[in-house]
C-alpha cells in the first residue's frame, strides 16, 4: 500500500512535470514552426522577384540581379527574425537590417554596389545612406506617418509619446490611455487590441494592465513595422519618385524632402487576397506572418 501511494505520488509529481511546460505554452502563443519557415522563404522569394521585375524593366542582366535579390531577401528575412527574437535589444537592428536587405533588392542596375544605396527608416524619416555620392546622407519625411502622427497627436484619448520605446523601436510608439484599442483584426465583440501599427506609428494601452506582455506584443507591431518598411522601400518610394519627377522641376524639389509613399501594392495584395479568402484580418498574409515571427504578448 505504502508502495502504491509512493508510485502514485511519483506519477502525480511525472504527471505535473510534463503538464508545466504545456501549461506555460497555453499561457502565450508561441511560434508556428511551419509557418516561420514559409515566410522565411517567402521573404527571399519577394527579394528575388523584385530584383529580376527591376532588372527586366532597366534592362540590368538578369542573373546578377537575381543574386542581389536572393540576398537581399534573406537579409530581409534575417531582419523580421531579429524582430521574431522579441528582445527589446534587436528590435531596431531588426528594423534596419529589413531595410538594408530591400535596399539592396533595389540596387540592381549593372556596376551599382550592393551597398551604394540604402534606405534606413527613422519613422518619420527615411534616411537615405549613399557612402560613394557628393551628399552621403539625406532625410525625407514620409507623408502618411507624418499625417498618422497629426492624427495621433490630435486625437482626444491624447496618447503620450513612450520615448524609450520610440528609440528602441525606430518609429514613433505612443502610450494610449485607452484600455483596448480599436482593431480590425479584433472586430466586435472583440473589445479592440492592445496595440496597433499604422502607417509607421505604433500605439499601445498603457491601462490593460498586467494582462498582456507589452515586450511581445511590440514585437508584433514592429513586424508589421518591416512589412510597411519593405513595401515602402520596394514600391512606395520608387513610386513616389517617379510620379514626382513628371511633375518638373518643382515634383523633383518636392521630393528632396518628402516622400509621398502611399502606393504599397504588397498591402494591396494582402487586403485583396485576404478579402478573395473570404479571410478574416487575423488571418491574412500580414497577420499570419507578423505572428509567425513574433506571436504576440496575449495572455490566454
Ligand atoms: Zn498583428
Known amino acids: 500500500m505504502p508502495r502504491l501511494v509512493c508510485s502514485s505520488r511519483r506519477r502525480v509529481v511525472v504527471a505535473m512535470l510534463l503538464a508545466t511546460p504545456l501549461v506555460a505554452s497555453a499561457q502565450t502563443p508561441q511560434r508556428d514552426q511551419r509557418a516561420h519557415a514559409r515566410f522565411l522563404a517567402l521573404n527571399v522569394a519577394i527579394g528575388a522577384t523584385a530584383s529580376i521585375a527591376r532588372a527586366v524593366v532597366s534592362g540590368a542582366p538578369v542573373r546578377a540581379a537575381l543574386a542581389k535579390g536572393l540576398l537581399g531577401g534573406s537579409l530581409m528575412s534575417g531582419g523580421m527574425e531579429l524582430i521574431g527574437t522579441e528582445s527589446r535589444a534587436t528590435r531596431f537592428a531588426g528594423l534596419q537590417l529589413t531595410a538594408i536587405g530591400a535596399s539592396v533588392t533595389r540596387n540592381v542596375d549593372a556596376g551599382v554596389p550592393v551597398f551604394s544605396d540604402i534606405t534606413l527608416p527613422l519613422y518619420p524619416l527615411y534616411v537615405r545612406v549613399r557612402p560613394l555620392s557628393s551628399t552621403p546622407i539625406t532625410a525625407r519625411v514620409s ?45 466586435l465583440p472583440c473589445e479592440g487590441s492592445f496595440a496597433q501599427h499604422n502607417a509607421g506609428v505604433v500605439i499601445y494601452s498603457a491601462s490593460a494592465g498586467t494582462d498582456y506582455d507589452l515586450r511581445r506584443t511590440l514585437a508584433h507591431e514592429s513586424v508589421h513595422l518591416a512589412q510597411q518598411t519593405r513595401d515602402a522601400l ?11 519627377a513628371r511633375f518638373g522641376s518643382g515634383g523633383r524639389l518636392i521630393s528632396r524632402f518628402f516622400v509621398l509613399d502611399v502606393l504599397m501594392p504588397l498591402r494591396l495584395i494582402d487586403e485583396s487576397e485576404a478579402r478573395m479568402r473570404g479571410a478574416s484580418r487575423r488571418n491574412s498574409w500580414y497577420e499570419t506572418e507578423a505572428r509567425a515571427f513574433a506571436p504576440g504578448g496575449e495572455l490566454r
Do not use: N
Open 143 to 187: 507623408v502618411m506617418t507624418a499625417a498618422k502622427l497629426t492624427s495621433v497627436m490630435t486625437a482626444g484619448s491624447r496618447p503620450r509619446i513612450d520615448w524609450k520605446e520610440t528609440f528602441a523601436t525606430g518609429a514613433p510608439v505612443f502610450a494610449s490611455p485607452r484600455w483596448r484599442l480599436p482593431s480590425s483584426t479584433c472586430p
Open 234 to 244: 520596394l514600391d512606395a518610394i520608387p513610386a513616389s519618385d517617379a510620379a514626382m
